[in-house]
């Protein structure tokens, strides 16, 4: 059964903030909300993740509202590097890759 | 840091043939490494867990006698795909948690592998 529920696909213009969200209502209290993504022919790459509070490093910023049941990943300034397939996952320990959401940035 | 190689990167082999896939965590230690198969256009699915020193575990629908998984240290395990057919050409993925995981269970993934069954 999903965990998350995803947009199947969103365009963002170069140098613009990418806000990708994700719902995930029937989240437990100790399950992290993590975030991947997929260039194509490659293998996935962790971007952040997180439990109550928002967090934000060198790729990205995660939001995750008070109740939990949704979050939104921020790329602050796409790059067309960034054009690829983010997955939101929910899970304490392996990962289900839903469809995810297909980003492509464009110049 | 926190890189896991994956070789090879690409193998095209003969039906009937057996594959042997090598992931290695190259900057850390990982008691547990996974195995993900991915068809095209479809996203990434759990084939196994892998525990160093001991016995893999499959996910429902996977072949352990098909998909032979060795996890003999700490920076090495092995898929191979025995007996391969050309329903098994696939794009093959490990990862790998490093140890100890500081309580995040954070996976990083080789660059994967493509079997091509001929």
């Known amino acids: 059964d999903a965990k998350t529920t995803q947009p199947p696909s969103m365009d963002c213009a170069e140098g613009r903030a990418a806000n990708l969200p994700c719902n995930h209502s029937?989240?437990?209290?100790?399950?992290?909300v993590y975030w991947y993504r997929q260039i194509h022919s490659q293998g996935p790459q962790y971007i952040i993740h997180?439990?109550?509070n928002n967090e934000t490093n060198e790729m990205a910023s995660l939001i995750i509202t008070e109740d939990r049941k949704s979050s939104t990943l921020i790329l602050p300034h796409a790059t067309l590097r960034d054009t690829a397939v983010y997955y939101c996952i929910v899970d304490d320990y392996k990962l289900s890759f839903g469809a995810g959401t297909t980003v492509t940035v464009r110049a | 840091g926190a890189v896991v190689s994956q070789h090879p990167s690409r193998v095209i082999c003969k039906s009937g043939t057996s594959v042997k896939i090598e992931c290695r965590s190259l900057?850390?230690?990982?008691?547990?490494m996974f195995w993900y198969r991915q068809f095209p256009k479809q996203s990434l699915m759990l084939m196994a867990t892998s525990n160093e020193g001991s016995k893999a575990t499959y996910e429902q629908g996977v072949e352990k006698d098909k998909f032979l998984i060795n996890h003999a240290s700490l920076t090495l395990s092995t898929l191979t795909v025995t007996s391969a057919h050309p329903e098994d050409s696939s794009f093959y993925i490990c990862s790998a948690i490093p140890y100890p995981n500081r309580g995040r269970n954070i996976q990083y993934f080789g660059a994967g592998t493509r079997l091509s069954v001929l």
């Open positions: 997180g439990l109550k």
């Open positions: 029937t989240i437990s209290g100790n399950e992290y």
């Open positions: 900057d850390f230690q990982a008691t547990t």
